[in-house]
């Protein structure tokens, strides 16, 4: 497991380039009225895509593939990166800066501050924020590599 949730890595297809792009809109079309349900939601706009899992459950932590694709020689490359929402990201630097601050605050009390009850809300907010993510992180990069190399989700 990583400190920060966060990934990159890229991926080498055999597609062509027009080939992928159509694979990641089909990917990404609504299929509301055939019946199926979507297996990611999201979005290409020229050479850069967003998709996520899509889930029937809330996981605020869950984590956005943000690709790039580009030709390296005769094959095509796609740069993906994962990371959580913006919002996720700017309300944990918060979180933990704030319960690690009135910790260390608490450790410097002349009268023997109490320590252990922010410094355990820190541990789980930051626990919380990792599994959440690599439970959904090893999803999502599968069906990622799954639309990259043109096969049905």
Known sequence: MKILPYERYSLKTDL?????CRAIDQACSSRAFSGSRRSIHGRRKGDDFKVY??????NTFLPYAFGKIYHEGARVCVDITLRMNLFAIVFMLVWLG?????ALVEMRDINGGEPKIPFI???VGYLLMQAAFWYEASRIKSLVEKMVHGQDL
């Open 16 to 20: 062509k380039q027009e080939e992928l």
């Open 53 to 58: 899992r899509a889930i029937r459950y809330q």
């Open 98 to 102: 704030g319960t690690f601050g009135i």
């Open 121 to 123: 809300m820190c541990g």
